[in-house]
């Protein structure tokens, strides 16, 4: 517990170990009410999403067919 609390920032608040690699191809996200963010008492540091897209593969577009 001591190594991760004390591990180096990345993107505050983001520790080390909160983050993963590039080539991990992984992504989270929190998303909630406004009443909640207002909660979590970030100030103006609130953002809306009026859209996202997704898309997912296992690669097999990138290769060549003889």
Same mark, same amino acid.
């Given at each position: 517990m001591?190594?991760?609390l %004390?591990? @180096?920032i990345?993107?505050?608040?983001?520790g080390?170990?909160?983050c993963c690699g590039?080539?991990?191809g992984?992504?989270?996200a929190i998303v %909630?009410? @406004?009443e909640i963010a207002k909660r979590l008492k970030r100030g103006d540091r609130v953002v809306t999403i009026k859209a996202i897209q997704l898309s997912i593969?296992?690669?097999s577009e990138s290769t060549l067919n003889d």
């Open positions: 001591e190594t991760i %004390n591990a @180096p990345i993107a505050a608040p983001l080390l170990y909160d590039v080539s991990d992984a992504a989270a %909630n009410t @406004p593969t296992d690669g």
